[in-house]
């Protein structure tokens, strides 16, 4: 399994909007697209929300690029990318034994 953590700042007054934007639709289709989803959570004092993903396999990045290509992530209403300000994205190995 690859996880990546993902960081984004989001746009000053849109963190709700973003949240909401993000569980109706890029949640739920990162899902059905075989992401799964370890956690996300918003630290409003800095404006950001931090989520970590992660797909089975050794090619993540392949996967997200068809996940963007997809026309399911085109048609998302809204569309929660225009409020990302600035997104970090981050490759994560785990440490402590299973």
Do not use: C
């Not at 890029?26 to 918003?42: C, H, S, T």
């Amino acid at each position: 399994m690859i996880s990546q953590l993902r960081i984004y700042t989001i746009n000053r007054g849109k963190l709700d909007d973003f949240i909401q934007a993000w569980r109706i639709g890029v949640a739920p289709l990162r899902r059905k697209l075989g992401f799964r989803i370890d956690g996300a959570w918003v630290l409003r004092e800095r404006n950001e929300f931090v989520w970590i993903l992660s797909a089975e396999g050794s090619d993540f990045e392949a996967k997200d690029k068809a996940y963007y290509a997809s026309p399911e992530r085109a048609a998302l209403d809204p569309d929660p990318a225009p409020l990302i300000a600035l997104a970090e994205h981050w490759f994560i190995t785990p440490v402590l034994p299973k």
